[in-house]
């Protein structure tokens, strides 16, 4: 994996069904990958889905340019603690770990998309965490960090029949559905979803069933290279 390019042109939309896609062995036993957008080969700007054998670990480990993490279903561990299903991790520029898991887990993981100002690590466990209305009739957010003027990262919660105003994703985003369905002008999404939306692209969601999902949003501003 000398300099993998994976959806890398960030002025294009991209539409993955994940769970219809094959899990790549990492080269450590017991850790696989789903890649979903990839710059560089090991060292990567990347975004993946991660899945952890039971029993499994992963070396110590440096992340220059930090790392972001939503843990899907099972225990990620490390040194600083245990994190189940629904738990959201930012681990800052320059920080260490060794990852673990006992009962093994899958985690949506961001590596090296982080400002290098970035100094504090961030935990929110959001099954404890309180949802607030939304501003939209249907709509509630569970906000999971927030940088003014670089990025916004929410869990969204959609009842059955609710339809969204539309709006233009300025600065870019992302979405991952967590269960349920979504709806836009350019079709139906499913449980397991990554979209990524190009800065100044338009949409409107809706869900028939009701949805939860995972946003990120504004940090598309200055496109990777």
């Not at 009962?103 to 929110?124: A, F, H, W």
Request: aromatic content about 6%; hydrophobic content about 35%; charged content about 25%.
């Amino acid at each position: 994996m000398a300099n993998d390019r994976i959806n890398a042109d960030f002025t294009q939309r991209v539409v993955i069904p994940t769970e219809t896609m094959p899990w790549i062995p990492s080269p450590q036993a017991g850790v696989e990958r789903r890649m979903l957008d990839r710059i560089g080969g090991e060292v990567a700007r990347a975004t993946s889905l991660v899945r952890y054998a039971a029993a499994s670990s992963f070396p110590a480990h440096e992340h220059a340019l930090g790392e972001e993490f939503l843990v899907l279903d099972g225990v990620f561990s490390d040194e600083h603690g245990d994190y189940p299903a629904g738990t959201y991790v930012r681990n800052p520029p320059h920080s260490r770990h060794t990852p673990r898991t006992a009962p093994g887990c899958t985690i949506l993981v961001k590596l090296r998309q982080m400002e290098p100002s970035e100094k504090d690590r961030l935990v929110v466990d959001t099954a404890r965490a309180n949802w607030r209305d939304g501003g939209q009739s249907g709509l509630a957010t569970l906000p999971l960090c927030v940088i003014p003027g670089r990025e916004e990262v929410a869990l969204e919660r959609l009842q059955p029949g609710t339809a969204l105003e539309e709006v233009d994703c300025a600065a870019g985003e992302e979405i991952f559905i967590l269960s349920g369905d979504l709806r836009d002008a350019h079709g139906q999404y499913g449980k397991g979803t990554w979209i990524r939306n190009p800065p100044m692209f338009r949409r409107a969601l809706g869900s028939s069933g009701g949805a939860i999902y995972w946003i990120k949003r504004g940090h598309l501003r200055r496109m990777p290279s």
